[in-house]
């Protein structure tokens, strides 16, 4: 049986973040910042931003370049309080 690592994902690649918090005026401008400080800026056709009740989720595509620019992304999404959840 042999081992073999199989990269999912070829960069440069278009990705996608889904990200989930409470309606709270500042949580689509935060994590709008937390993105656009590792893929650069953003454009609106980059978001898009559902309401539901009280939750905000927002679909946001950037092009990745790498598996570190993508965990950085995770990880400080993660650490951020006005997010609940990363899908």
Same mark, same amino acid.
Do not use: W
């Given at each position: 049986?042999?081992?073999?690592?199989? /990269?999912?994902?070829?960069?440069?690649?278009?990705?996608?973040?889904?990200?989930?918090?409470?309606?709270?005026?500042?949580?689509?401008?935060?994590?709008?910042?937390?993105?656009?400080?590792?893929?650069?800026?953003?454009?609106?056709?980059?978001?898009?931003?559902?309401?539901?009740?009280?939750?905000?989720?927002?679909?946001?595509?950037?092009?990745?370049?790498?598996?570190?620019?993508?965990?950085?992304? /995770?990880?400080?999404?993660?650490?951020?309080?006005?997010?609940?959840?990363?899908?």
């Amino acid at each position: 049986m042999s081992h073999v690592k199989e /990269n999912i994902l070829h960069f440069p690649c278009d990705y996608v973040i889904k990200i989930e918090g409470k309606n709270r005026r500042e949580f689509e401008s935060k994590v709008c910042e937390i993105i656009a400080h590792h893929a650069g800026k953003l454009d609106a056709h980059q978001i898009v931003s559902k309401h539901k009740g009280k939750m905000t989720s927002l679909t946001i595509r950037i092009v990745a370049t790498s598996r570190a620019q993508i965990d950085a992304i /995770n990880k400080n999404l993660t650490s951020c309080p006005v997010v609940d959840f990363i899908l």
